[in-house]
């Protein structure tokens, strides 16, 4: 079964994200995260097993929040198509807007020179909010 491994926020934008023990996701993104309300991608989320693929290329750990993401998963399929909703924890629901960024869209932030979100990360909006914590499950509705 697939499970929330971190979850980050951020006060200002094109900032680092901090890890958090849990959040509250509200309609327009988390609560207290600078992204909230700024876009349609209320969320971003990056597979652990990307991450861990990333770092073996870099030869460097990617502490959670360094890819400016919003949640880590381990345990989901490799590809997550949009239009398809992940059930967080006991009440959150999140639908897949995007997958990566758009060809020759502008991304601002970057960790010792790399980035995932523009090819690996999916950025979601809150369907249904709730609680989220560190290690809750993940499941494909």
């Known amino acids: 079964m697939a499970s929330v491994r971190a979850i980050c926020v951020s ?6 994200k901090t890890e958090v023990e849990r ?6 993104g988390i609560e207290g995260d600078s992204h909230r309300g700024v876009t349609e991608r209320e969320v971003s989320l990056l597979r652990a097993e990307d991450i861990r693929k990333a770092e073996e290329e870099a030869g460097f750990p990617f ?12 345990g989901l399929p490799e590809e997550l198509p949009v239009g398809a909703r ?7 629901l999140l639908e897949v807007v995007e997958k990566g960024k758009k060809p ?15 090819s690996a990360g999916y ?19």
């Open 11 to 16: 006060t200002e934008r094109q900032q680092p």
């Open 23 to 28: 959040v509250l996701f509200l309609p327009g």
């Open 63 to 74: 502490p959670p929040g360094s890819l400016a993401e919003n949640l880590v998963a381990e």
């Open 86 to 92: 992940l059930a967080v924890g006991s009440s959150v």
């Open 104 to 118: 020759g869209e502008p991304h601002s932030y970057d960790y010792r020179g790399w980035c995932l979100l523009p």
């Open 123 to 141: 950025f979601l909006r809150v369907v249904r909010g709730g609680e989220v914590r560190k290690g809750d499950p993940v499941t494909m509705e």
